[in-house]
């Protein structure tokens, strides 16, 4: 099957992930949609306004082992799928997950 995805990332990568989302103030970089941060209650949000609003962190060189911050950008997951999914990735359609 292949290496283990989660070996890619640092043992710090919660922290890294999250200055990433900092520094962009939680916003998308490519739409520029307000996401959830992390004192925001959505206890009142369905499901799927919560991953419409839940900030990711993208490697822009596709290689998930490469953690620079050059290299890590803030996209709400609608516009992280979209990256994926349209063939600009190492990641075939289906195989990005929201959570």
Not at 23 to 34: I, V
Not at 38 to 53: C, I, M, N, V
């Amino acid at each position: 099957m292949g290496k283990n995805k989660k070996s890619l990332y640092p043992p710090n990568w919660k922290e890294l992930a999250f200055s990433v989302k900092s520094g962009a103030d939680w916003k998308c970089s490519r739409c520029g949609l307000q996401c959830l941060r992390p004192e925001d209650d959505a206890s009142e949000l369905s499901r799927s306004e919560r991953a419409t609003k839940t900030l990711m962190v993208h490697h822009w060189n596709r290689d998930p082992s490469s953690n620079n911050r050059e290299n890590l950008g803030a996209l709400c997951s609608a516009c992280h799928l979209n990256f994926h999914t349209r063939r600009r990735s190492n990641i075939s359609p289906g195989q990005l997950s929201l959570f």
